[in-house]
């Protein structure tokens, strides 16, 4: 099992920065790779950006260019920096962990982004 803790959502304004990380526990050497995803209302949930246990990196068109998803210690903590925040980025953000078994999500954080 493993779980999965996030912070760092709020208020920002457009063309502002956030930081969000995601702190993972327990099983942790049995993850491949860790992500966001997040969802507006009245959206489908879509994946943000990936990291795999290898370091590779997968990024949604929308946000290629302005946010960039790193590590720290494996796969023990997953960040996701998120620069220039537009209106349509605020969201409801949510870390993802996989294994060979099943899918691990953490409660999700608000992202706003208002003037």
Do not use: H
Not at 20 to 31: D, M, Q, R
């Amino acid at each position: 099992q493993v779980q999965l803790v996030e912070s760092g959502g709020g208020l920002v304004q457009p063309g502002g920065s956030l930081r969000l990380s995601c702190a993972a526990s327990g099983s942790i050497f049995s993850i491949n790779a860790m992500g966001w995803f997040r969802q507006a209302p009245g959206k489908q949930r879509e994946l943000v950006a990936a990291i795999t246990s290898g370091g590779r990196t997968n990024y949604a068109d929308s946000v290629k260019g302005r946010f960039t998803i790193s590590r720290a210690n494996a796969m023990n903590t997953v960040y996701l920096q998120m620069n220039s925040l537009k209106p349509e980025d605020t969201a409801v953000y949510t870390c993802n962990a996989e294994d060979l078994m099943k899918d691990y999500w953490g409660q999700g954080t608000q992202v706003t982004v208002s003037s």
